[in-house]
């Protein structure tokens, strides 16, 4: 039997955490864990457990060492650690002005954009797809 593959969301609204437990856990497949805890975030990430993360900008409540940290400094976290670096990130934002996406891709370095409210959950399945497909060939590559 293969293992599910396991997104983690980090993201601070309970009913967005919830959308992406049903459209990605029920309607999927995958493994849902949801935090925006630094130290856990980094913890699971670290461990080889995380597929993908998919990584709100905004966060409320998200600490790091004793400050408040968003999520673009979460994923420059996960890029420069040697053993992060290789997670697919997926950033949802409701910052979806015109030029947006190509400057948190930037600013991220993340694999690809996903404007906030987030409605269709086929399409975010689709996306998903798409970035572990290519995560995949890439570990092949460097493997």
């Not at 980090?10 to 959308?19: A, G």
């Not at 993908?52 to 979460?74: C, E, N, P, T, W």
């Not at 030029?99 to 996903?114: F, H, N, Q, V």
């Not at 996306?127 to 995949?136: G, M, Y």
Request: charged share 30%; hydrophobic share 40%.
């Amino acid at each position: 039997m293969t293992k599910k593959q396991t997104i983690l969301v980090v993201e601070d609204n309970v009913l967005i955490v919830k959308f992406y437990h049903m459209a990605l856990g029920r309607q999927g497949g995958y493994e849902v864990y949801a935090t925006e805890e630094v130290e856990e975030i980094l913890t699971l990430a670290r461990s080889g457990a995380i597929d993908l993360v998919i990584l709100d900008i905004s966060l409320s409540g998200a600490q790091y060492r004793g400050k408040q940290i968003d999520g673009v400094q979460i994923a420059e976290l996960l890029r420069k650690d040697e053993d992060t670096a290789h997670i697919p990130i997926l950033i949802a934002t409701a910052h979806a002005m015109e030029g947006d996406r190509e400057k948190i891709i930037s600013a991220t370095s993340a694999d690809d954009y996903l404007e906030k409210p987030i409605y269709d959950s086929k399409k975010l399945i689709e996306k998903i797809e798409a970035l572990l497909s290519t995560n995949k060939g890439r570990a092949i590559q460097s493997g």
